[in-house]
């Protein structure tokens, strides 16, 4: 399913018209901001997830790139929720809203951009494809996990049936994936600025996906030149140890994401201590509990780290530990409108 409505600088166009030079200067220099607004419905229709914070980081990371955004906060949420609104009706039950900002004009010839020009602003719905499968080490569906916000009643549905909402943001028990320490590094706070959500700073996301899938994992996990913990593939890395839950300092390069801040606050509602401190790989592999978290998939437990085994397996498998498990349904709850204390990170599409 492709998007149909796409708002462009404060107008809704059909997707055929929104388009720009091939020569256009964030094209060719990768100077093109986004951030990625999770869109779902349940069984009191369509909605968006923290909606106002997204823009806010959208924000920040334009004023990070030196990108003058040419409209206000509110008629950019305003503009995503008309979106949102528009792909709803065309049938799209998840997905993501894409905000973008670029340099519409041709590239100069020694690559400059301009310093504080105003860009073009655009935003469209990216449906999820296809139902998502369960990952396994070494599995080549791996890559169709997208779809894994809760169903209109609050359920997950695999090949095997239906699993309860109160599962989490996983679409079984039994999903987990493996992870890898990639050998590409994440790119230092001193080359591209990690707060700023760059088309060019996802290449490097990009690269270590693809050599994690290669080498048989299904995520990989990016170490700083200090050779920190730094993050996953555009996701946050979270630890479990004795009851303690860990994740790096944003001074290791971690971008301040919505969905880090999530969690952060899911952990501390449910009594769980959380710090931010700088993590080896060793300290990965002797976790009790090792997940990730992003926009797209939301939590995601990884069972083992290049091969070791993280926790204690069941007898039916890797499955997520206690700390993972709780957070993944306070995660569903909340999308499926059953924790009033959230009700204000959830807009709906109207």
Request: aromatic residues 6%.
């Amino acid at each position: 399913m492709e998007t149909k409505t796409i708002w462009l600088d404060g107008k809704f166009v059909a997707a055929a018209e929104a388009t720009c030079a091939i020569s256009c200067a964030s094209l060719m220099d990768g100077m093109v901001v986004l951030e990625d607004v999770p869109l779902f419905k349940n069984e009191r229709g369509g909605f968006m997830f923290r909606v106002d914070d997204h823009v806010k980081q959208f924000e920040r990371s334009a004023k990070i790139a030196q990108i003058e955004l040419p409209h206000a906060s509110s008629k950019l949420a305003k503009a995503a929720l008309k979106v949102a609104k528009a792909s709803v009706a065309d049938g799209v039950d998840k997905g993501i809203v894409r905000f973008i900002a670029y340099f519409g004009g041709a590239a100069p010839i020694d690559g400059s951009l301009p310093l504080g020009g105003r860009a073009s602003v655009a935003i469209f719905c990216m449906p999820f494809s296809g139902e998502a499968k369960s990952i396994s080490a070494g599995s080549d569906a791996c890559s169709g996990c997208g779809d894994s916000l809760p169903d209109a009643d609050g359920s997950f549905r695999d090949d095997e049936g239906t699993h309860s909402g109160e599962s989490g943001l996983s679409r079984s028990d039994s999903e987990v994936a493996t992870a890898g320490i990639s050998s590409w590094r994440a790119i230092s706070n001193n080359a591209l600025p990690p707060q700023a959500e760059l088309a060019a700073s996802r290449a490097n996301a990009a690269f270590a996906l693809r050599e994690a899938r290669q080498r048989g994992f299904d995520e990989p996990i990016l170490l700083n030149e200090a050779g920190d913990v730094c993050s996953g593939a555009r996701k946050a890395v979270f630890a479990v140890r004795d009851g303690v839950l860990s994740t790096p300092p944003l001074a290791c390069g971690v971008r301040e994401s919505v969905e880090r801040d999530t969690v952060i606050n899911f952990a501390m509602d449910l009594d769980v201590p959380i710090v931010e401190e700088r993590m080896t790989r060793a300290d990965l592999c002797i976790a009790d509990e090792l997940f990730l978290c992003d926009a797209v998939r939301g939590v995601i437990p990884v069972s083992s780290i290049d091969g070791c085994t993280i926790g204690k397996p069941g007898k039916a498998g890797p499955k997520p530990g206690p700390i993972t498990k709780a957070i993944q349904e306070r995660c569903a709850k909340m999308l499926v409108g059953k924790l009033d204390e959230y009700a204000a990170w959830i807009a709906q599409v109207e």
